[in-house]
């Protein structure tokens, strides 16, 4: 069982149409490409968006571990001066 590809139905019944109704419909065609040529770009420009704020999260956290280490670190020294200014 051989099946007509769908160009071929499609062309069948553009012929049968009237030449007013074939020009709008081209008209439509071409919106509906337009559309969704608008939609593959903003798709894209989506995914690129995901892209960088994701590294730029992954950059924050960084920032984040080095500024608790350093907490840590001023917290030690903070509690070590405290501790000599006692026993002063």
Request: positive net charge; proline residues 3%; hydrophobic residues 50%.
């Amino acid at each position: 069982m051989v099946l007509n590809p769908l160009g071929a139905n499609f062309s069948e019944i553009l012929s049968v149409l009237p030449d007013p109704l074939i020009s709008q419909i081209g008209g439509l065609i071409t919106i509906l490409k337009a559309v969704g040529i608008a939609f593959i770009v903003y798709v894209i420009y989506v995914i690129l968006r995901v892209i960088f704020t994701w590294k730029r999260f992954k950059e924050l956290k960084e920032v984040l571990k080095k500024v608790d280490r350093i907490e840590r670190k001023l917290d030690k020294v903070l509690k070590s001066s405290k501790k000599s200014n006692r026993k002063k």
